[in-house]
Structures are given as C-alpha cells and as structure tokens.
DNA sequence: GTATTATATGCAAATGATTTGCATCTATAC
DNA sequence: GTATAGATGCAAATCATTTGCATATAATAC
C-alpha cells in the first residue's frame, strides 16, 4: 500500500511536473479538501508549513495543476469574485452551494441528455457547460 | 403608443429611482442590446454622447438597476472576469457561448423539475440556479 | 557526487475589473 | 425658487490574479 506522498509525486512525474516542496504541498491539500479551495485558503493553510511561500506560487501551480487536468476551477461565490479548486478525479459534476454557511454538496451532472438536445437543435458543437445550484441548507433554515 | 425613452423613465420611476440623464442613456442601451453587454461596453458607447460619463457611474447605475431586479448580472465568458448586464423581461433563462465568437443563444431554462427533485433530496431551500453552456457556432466550426 | 541547464520560486510591482471617498452638481419635493 | 437627498465626476483605493526578474533548485548527463 503506498503512502499518500508517493502517490502524489507520481501524479506529478505522470503529468512531466517537476516535483519541488511547495508544489507537493500544494496538491496535497487539494487531495485531501473536502471542498473546493481558494489560492488564499491554500495559502493561509501552508504558511505554517512554508513560512515563505508566496501567493504568486500558489497561483502559478494551481493554474498549472489544473491545465495538466489534476484539478478543476470552480466559481462557487454568487457574486464571482474568488476562484476555487478541487481535485478532479474523473467524474463531471456540479454544486449545490448553502448561500448562508456555503456549504457545498456535488451534484450529479442532470444535463447529459439536455446537451445532445441542444447539439441538435442549435447546430453547435456543445464543449461544455457550468451548473451552480445556490440554497439553504437545512441547517441555516433553523 | 408611447416613446421607448417614456417607457424607460416609468420604469425608473416605478422603482423610485430618479431620473437622471447618464441613468435613461445605460437603460436604454442596454433595453435596446440583444445580448449581455459590459460596463466597458456601454463606457464606449456613451461616451460618445456624454463625454464626461465615467465608468464609475456606470458600474453604480448597472448595480442599482440590477438590486431593482430591472437588469441581470451574468458572467459570461470562460474565465468569469468581466461581468455582463443584459435587461430582464422577466423570464429565468440562460445562455450557450460559442467560445470562438462570443455569439450567444439564449436557452431555456432546463432544471425545472430538477430543482423540485433536488430539493426534496437534500432537503435544501434551493434559491437559485447558474447555466452557462460553451460550444462553437456553426460559423466559426467551419 | 558534480556540473549543466531548464524550470520554479521569492519578491515586488503591475494589471484589470470594480468600488469608494469626497466635493460638486442636480432632480425632486415643498 | 429653495432646500436637500441623492447622483456624478474625478481620483484614488481595493482585491484577485498575473508578471518580470534575479536567485534558487530539480532533473539530467557525466
């Protein structure tokens, strides 16, 4: 059985990503986050770990991460404003975001058969599609 | 039958909001634009006519109409940096991006009977709900 | 292991959309 | 017309994200 850190390195070496100490660190909190992170989030957390990381790093490798398609961007926040991240593995999926607490619980995709509709229909060539679903959550309705 | 520029200042005086002229010209253009436009957008478009519109008073005017449910905020492109308002007629609906030319559709809304569903599911209070479909137009597949 | 080289990082500054503070102006109510 | 709440012009601030550059480091060949 191999350790968590091998398995990730070779995420990396699979990818032709170099390994350095901030990148492993990096994809290790994304591995292990229940839900999507912010850069700032990643940062707040890896500070501790890596006084000297900065910002422009998290970004650099976030942004790289998620070309080589070991992670998704997500827009979570109504207003747009803060970008997330989450480890992708494999399957499409969406959001249902709690606007008080945020929350956040994977939705299955609902749209695989609307999108071939769509393709018909409209003679585009349908490359993808963002759903985000906003509510309250049980919880915050008390 | 009344003047567009009447019918726009009734819509800004049913919202108890006064009227000023940099106010009716941002209506107007976006009541009369036939997809989503952006500040920026209607900056150069303006400016034309009042020279000394600032952009400011643009993104004030487009977030006033939007809080009065007058204008919707959507976020178009792919990589969710500019914001786009476009009027609302009243009708829940969305949009598929050709991400080649920009060129918008405007859907129908495909999650009715979802929500229902999901709500029950999760026990959330669904709120509300984001589609945006990429593709590439007939034109630009070409 | 050491040297070589391409790439990554730290750091500071830039960018770009959007917002804000403040003095002045103006639409509306009296 | 006058008073005043609210709007605008203007400049500067904000906030997430990106970039340029010197230095440091990982991968690679020896």
Redesign the interface.
Known sequence: MEKLEDILKNVLKGNDIRITRQREEILKILYEAERPVTAKKVYSILRKKLPYIRLSTIYRNLNLLEEKDILRKV?LNMD?RE?SFEFFRGEHHHH?V??SCQEI?P?EC??AE??KR??KE?????????????????EC?K
Chains 1, 2 share one sequence.
């Open positions: 827009e747009n970008s249902l709690c606007i619980i939705l609902p749209l609307y999108e769509l393709q409209t003679n585009y060539t349908i490359i993808d599609h963002k759903i985000k679903v906003y509510g309250i959550c049980p309705r």
